[in-house]
């Protein structure tokens, strides 16, 4: 599904480094997440916004920072990089409490 | 009451045998289960999804069957096919701002 991208789809990072993943949906779809998946634990939820400027934490938001300026957007920051934040992150929107749509996914590593 | 807990988690299968993944919840809130098929490399996406009005759903080969009473919800995949094989994610939510609880996901082997 084109309507939901993810950038970069690949980044080698430092630890101790910001570095900010980006997700862009065109449907206008009012919620937006952020997720991680490490073998093991399957998916578990970061981050959420219900509309622009209206955030919440999920289940691991340690060390991550979100934003909503715009319905379409919603980037995750890492603030300071470290090896235990390794993973693929996957962004997904939806609307209406319907499922999500997700986008290609970011693969992370920290060394 | 957030946890949704997927049995099994590797299921290997013969080309042409159904495959049944059977998840479990505890909150009475929850009210739609989808199910997601992730194969290697790629992001989940969405093959079926059920509400709790509704007791079973089918989908030509697939299908899902809700048991509200007893909190739990199952996959059934009928003729599997190479293809088939991925990780099939289930999923609970309905509640707040439409999050979804992932289970720990099932890895679905399908022999030839």
């Known amino acids: 599904d084109a309507g939901i991208t993810q950038s970069p789809r690949y980044k080698i990072t430092e630890t101790g480094r910001q570095v900010t993943l980006m997700c862009h949906q065109t449907w206008s779809h009012s919620y937006m997440f952020w997720y991680r998946q490490d073998l093991g634990h399957g998916l578990r939820l970061i981050y959420y916004s219900a509309a622009a400027d209206i955030t919440d934490k999920g289940e691991v938001p340690d060390g991550y920072v979100v934003s909503r300026s715009k319905t379409e957007n919603f980037p995750l920051t890492l603030e300071s990089a470290t090896r235990s934040q390794t993973s693929v992150y996957f962004c997904a929107s939806s609307e209406d409490r319907d499922g999500y749509t997700f986008g290609s996914g970011t693969r992370l590593t920290v060394v | ?112």
């Open chain 2, 1 to 112: 009451g957030e946890n949704v807990e997927q049995h099994p988690s590797t299921l290997s299968v013969q080309e042409g045998d159904s495959a049944v993944i059977k998840c479990t919840y505890s909150d009475s809130a929850s009210n739609y289960f989808p199910w997601y098929k992730q194969e290697l490399g790629k992001r989940p996406q969405l093959i079926i999804d059920i509400r709790s009005n509704v007791g079973e759903k089918k989908d030509q080969r697939i299908a899902v069957t809700l048991n509200k009473t007893a909190k739990h919800f199952s996959l059934h995949i009928t003729e599997t096919q190479p293809e088939d094989s991925a990780v099939y994610f289930c999923a609970k939510g309905g509640t707040s701002y439409g999050k979804l609880t992932f289970g720990q996901g099932t890895i679905l082997t399908v022999h030839p």
